[in-house]
Nanobody, 116 residues
Framework: QVQLVESGGGLVQPGGSLRLSCEASGITFSSYAISWYRQAPGKQREMLATITTSGMTTIYADSVKGRFTISRDNAKNTVYLQMNSLKSDDTAVYYC?????????WGQGTQVTVSS
């Protein structure tokens, strides 16, 4: 059974930081590219960052470039999203997905709320 479990969300003040984790099980983790998405109420799901299987290549949306960093630890089957300089506009449910040529899996999401 494939599972992607996001964690690390919560309430943070503007300007603060959070680190999200996405832990996978039931897949050969190192053969999947991993992406982080978010969805705010009333808005479409937005791709934030992608990391390739080896971790050598990362891609970021303009909205988070320079503030968010994606990384992975294949030994722990985990991808991280370090989020700095958080703004109220970053409030959303954050999801990870795992993708290869045949399959796409999603996690259940973790809520991030940026508010004073």
């Amino acid at each position: 059974q494939v599972q992607l479990v996001e964690s690390g969300g919560g309430l943070v003040q503007p300007g603060g930081s959070l680190r999200l984790s996405c832990e996978a099980s039931g897949i050969t983790f190192s053969s999947y590219a991993i992406s982080w998405y978010r969805q705010a109420p009333g808005k479409q799901r937005e791709m934030l960052a992608t990391i390739t299987t080896s971790g050598m290549t990362t891609i970021y949306a303009d909205s988070v470039k320079g503030r968010f960093t994606i990384s992975r630890d294949n030994a722990k089957n985990t991808v991280y999203l370090q989020m700095n300089s958080l703004k109220s506009d970053d409030t959303a449910v954050y999801y990870c997905n795992a993708r290869n040529i045949l399959h796409l899996y999603w996690g259940q999401g973790t809520q991030v709320t940026v508010s004073s």
